[in-house]
């Protein structure tokens, strides 16, 4: 399978923006975030994002359900096995997690390696990381959900993606009632603090609250449905 035909199997599947990165965009990381660390033959990380309704922003709306897109991710997971192909499905998890497991050979990383999604999106050339600190694909902005795949198939990888899309805009940074922003870092303490729809794991706290439904994601919503820079368009702008 070549690139275009795994990209055409992850939309089959209900991807709704999917990229692909060369392994080694990411001979820089640590081992504790390195996915060679996970599989060692790793050729290729295939990212896929999957809308978060517009709608699911507002009080009360369903996020993204997990379980489908965990579904979706191992559905195309299955197709590349079945051409022989070994993948491992991959979602976000808490930092927390990191050297809890036993090292298993020397020189290797405890088996709790935890990659960042974001910058996988990034590196497969699906967007850009906002003053947000969040991921903006110029698809859907702000809302997607992010899974990975990691596989030994050698892919043609997609350039990364060099279009800032927040330009002179503040929207999220002023939005914050938190202040917890300020031009790409986020103070995750004073994060915490927001209940203005951050969505939070108090038990955990290396999880970083997801922003999207927050006061800095809708306005980042609505200032990007309000601009040319994103593709996906209403009938009517997003009245945050």
């Known amino acids: 399978m070549n690139s275009e035909q795994v990209k055409q199997a992850a939309r089959a599947c209900g991807a709704d923006i999917v990229g692909i990165a060369s392994i080694g965009s990411f001979n820089y990381l640590p081992k504790s975030q390195n996915p060679l660390e996970i599989k060692p033959d790793t050729k290729s990380v295939i990212v896929l994002g999957y809308e978060r309704l517009r709608g699911s922003l ?36 808490s930092s927390n997690l990191r050297n809890q497991g036993v090292q298993i050979k020397d020189g290797r990383a405890t088996p709790d390696v935890i990659v960042n999604m974001s910058d996988f999106a990034y590196r497969a050339g699906l967007g850009c990381i906002g003053k947000s600190g969040m ?21 043609e990888p997609d350039s990364v993606y060099e279009n800032d899309l927040c330009g ?5 940074i002023d939005a914050c009632p938190a202040q917890a922003l300020s031009e790409g870092k986020l103070n995750r303490e004073s994060c915490r603090v927001c209940n203005t729809g951050a969505k939070k794991r108090n038990y955990d706290t290396g999880y970083e609250p997801s922003r999207v439904a927050a006061a800095c994601g809708r306005a980042c919503v609505a200032a990007l449905d309000a601009s040319d820079n994103i593709s996906r368009k209403y009938h009517n702008t997003f009245a945050n």
């Open 168 to 172: 002179d805009c503040r929207a999220c």
């Open 58 to 93: 507002r009080p009360g709306g369903i996020d993204t359900p997990f379980s489908t897109m965990m579904e979706q991710t191992y559905n195309l997971c299955r197709i590349l096995e079945t051409e022989g192909y070994e993948c491992v499905p991959l979602n976000h998890l």
């Open 135 to 155: 991921f903006l694909s110029p698809q859907l902005g702000p809302r997607q959900e992010l899974m990975a795949i990691l596989t030994d198939l050698e892919l």
